[in-house]
């Protein structure tokens, strides 16, 4: 919170005939019109009920670039019960709530929106709940019976559908989650606000859950309210910002206490059970397990020796990122660091294994988090911009060949996983495209081509939050990719990692003795592990075994005249050697490295920004 600063001169914040008991905190950015008169009617509304000097008004001024600074300083100079905290960048409307807490003097904490679209006659009652130890908690109610507020369908519908969402997936017993008009003891905020992890909009919500589930007193009764102004739905802010927050509040607060290491190693092996187990509705299974026993021992072993080889290269792309980004590290240990991040996304779920690493080259060699994020994003993208790459050529060389009306009634005729996956990937490989031409459109732009995109969806303030961590996302790529140097390295040495990949895959297949010449066989090997990897981005099965599987079998069915039973069977066994490499690696690695992976997970839980989730692939 950089740029924090409390205006308020001495004499202005010096005491009265009382000491300050509730402070009252208006979160303001650019509100130069309304500021003024919500202070002095805030004011005036407090001194109906308390005492003189009892009480404080502290504007909570969030980095705005308009009057309402000068406003809210000439505001402190001329009252003394009135303060004026100030920042010089945006901190968020929670992030501004919170800064305004720590400094103030009641114990009774007190904020509302300054529009005072809930009538302030209703301020008595939620002071008084608070003050007088009835609730640790108040907040006032559009929805409760014995409201009087205007909801307009396009307010009023999207409101019922967000708090159903609360109640059903965060098992809150409240009925109206955002309205801005609530009180907290202080005791309650200092056990609760370094929890509260949503620094905007969600912010409201995730305090009242969590006082909730805390087990704390939370009151809510029925208010007056007049919607101010107008408003619509924002992509951006309601389903960035309030959907990601639900499920993140979600998955800490109801599965993470629930998960373990073992938990996640069951949990995982019966998924992809029943993932390969849901193939066995259009596959004969003993018909697969009897093609894999007659493949041929002696490429099965040399798949492994070639996929062996592609790690120290894993190790040596690592070292040219971070090389690009500031720091120098010897390839072996580097190395062992993808084993260790590669293996946790085989035991953990929600690809925690990719975090792992950042944990690694921190613990064992002082390289930041930052920089660890941003090492591994920076590779996520090559990883799929090289996948995509390949998958395209090949499909290039389909199209030529006049194979395209093929492989479309193969997607279009499938069913079940394999569908699902090339669906998946398709979508995946066209996102990894489009954003790479955006960024590098960026780059060559005087505009700013991503505040603009973001922007056009979304004219609320959580945009710029938004706008701020993606383009520190674009920043650290064009650390690592913005020179010749480090493209040319690290982009080379993704095209050997991945090429090793699909000739590991291709041994497999020919170990089957499939009869292909030996260009379609290169060919369909490169097209089904591109596609297979691409589908394991998204996280719908562990280590993305059944998608990666089924979209091998299906691609392979399709273009080759070889059997769905053979075809499975080089799938399966192609990625479980693969991963038995992973997991006997990443187990040597933690034993060398002394790192544990649960010990890793819950370090970098806590410093891990909320809603970054690299994607999955190994």
């Known amino acids: 919170m950089g740029g924090l600063r409390d205006d308020t001169t001495p004499e202005s914040a010096s005491g009265g005939e009382h000491a300050v008991s509730v402070s009252v905190v208006l979160p303001a950015y650019n509100e130069a019109d309304t500021i003024e008169s919500t202070v002095a ?15 404080e ?3 909570a001024e969030d980095g705005c670039d308009d009057r309402t600074p000068a406003i809210a300083d000439r505001l402190a100079d001329d009252d003394r019960r009135v303060r004026h905290l100030h920042s010089d960048e945006r901190l968020g409307r929670g992030g501004a709530l919170e800064a305004a807490f720590e400094v103030a003097r009641g114990d009774t904490l007190v904020y509302f929106d300054t529009d005072l679209a809930t ?10 709940r608070v003050q007088s130890g009835a609730a640790d908690v108040a907040t006032g109610s559009r929805w409760l019976p014995g409201n009087v507020a205007e909801r307009p369908a396009k307010r009023g519908v999207p409101s019922r559908v967000y708090n159903g969402l609360v109640r059903v997936f965060l098992g809150s017993e409240l009925r109206d989650h955002q309205c801005g008009f609530k009180a907290i003891s202080r005791e309650a905020f200092e056990a609760l606000g370094g929890d509260v992890e949503d620094g905007h909009w969600f912010w ?30 924002d992509l951006v802010r309601d389903v960035l910002g309030m959907g990601s927050g639900i499920l993140r509040t979600w998955w800490q607060l109801s599965i993470r206490p629930r998960l373990s290491q073992r938990v996640g190693l069951v949990g995982g092996a019966v998924l992809a059970v029943l993932a390969l187990g849901l193939m066995t509705q259009y596959l004969d299974f003993g018909a697969v397990l009897a093609e894999m026993r007659e493949a041929d021992p002696v490429l099965i072993g040399g798949a492994v020796l070639v996929y062996l080889l592609s790690w120290p290269l894993r190790g040596l792309r690592y070292r040219d990122i971070l090389a690009e ?16 991040s590669q293996t946790g996304n085989l035991v953990f779920p929600a690809r ?21 994020f941003a090492s591994l994003a920076a590779e996520r993208v090559f990883d799929l911009l090289t996948i995509a790459s390949m998958a395209g050529v090949v499909l290039v060389g389909y199209t030529a060949t006049g194979r395209t009306a093929e492989l479309a009634r193969t997607v279009v005729g499938a069913e079940g996983a394999g569908r699902v996956a090339v669906v998946v990937a398709t979508g995946v490989g066209l996102a990894a495209v489009a954003a790479v031409v955006v960024i590098a459109l960026s780059a060559r732009s005087d505009r700013n081509l991503i505040a603009a995109a973001v922007h056009r969806v979304s004219t609320d303030s959580y ?6 961590v993606i383009e520190r996302f674009v920043g650290d790529l064009q650390a690592v ?42 060919a369909v090997s490169f097209f089904a592990v591109s596609v297979g990897n691409l589908a394991k981005v998204l996280p719908l099965s562990p280590g993305g075994i059944g998608l990666y599987e089924g979209a091998f079998t299906l691609l392979v069915v399709g273009l080759t005249p070889l059997g769905p039973e053979l075809a499975l069977g080089a799938a399966v066994l192609d990625h479980a050697l693969k991963n038995l490499v992973t997991v006997v690696g990443g187990y040597a690695s933690m034993v060398g490295l002394n790192v544990s992976l649960t010990a890793a997970v819950e370090e970098t839980r806590e410093v891990r920004d909320p809603g970054e989730e690299p994607a999955e692939l190994d």
Do not use: C, M, N
């Open 325 to 340: 980004l500031g720091y120098r590290e010897r390839v072996g240990f580097l190395t062992g660091a993808v084993f260790i």
């Open 481 to 522: 990719a913005g020179t010749r140097r480090g493209f040319g390295r690290v982009g080379a040495t993704s095209v050997l990692v991945w090429s090793l990949d699909v000739v590991t895959a291709l041994l497999v297949l020919a170990a089957f003795s499939p009869g292909l010449p030996g260009v379609e066989l290169v």
């Open 204 to 233: 409201d919500t995730e305090l009242l859950v969590r006082a909730q589930r805390a087990g704390y007193e939370v009151a809510e009764f029925p208010v007056e309210w007049t919607p101010k102004g107008d408003t619509k739905v």
């Open 352 to 372: 925690a294994g990719d975090l792992i690493r950042a944990y690694v080259v921190k613990a064992r060699r002082g390289i930041p988090y930052p920089t660890g």
């Open 463 to 468: 945009a710029d939050f938004v706008v701020g």
């Open 41 to 55: 009617t805030t004011l005036d509304r407090l001194g109906a009920f308390l005492e003189p000097g009892s009480f």
């Open 119 to 128: 009538d302030i006659r209703h301020l008595e009652e939620l002071v008084t």
């Open 57 to 59: 008004v502290i504007v």
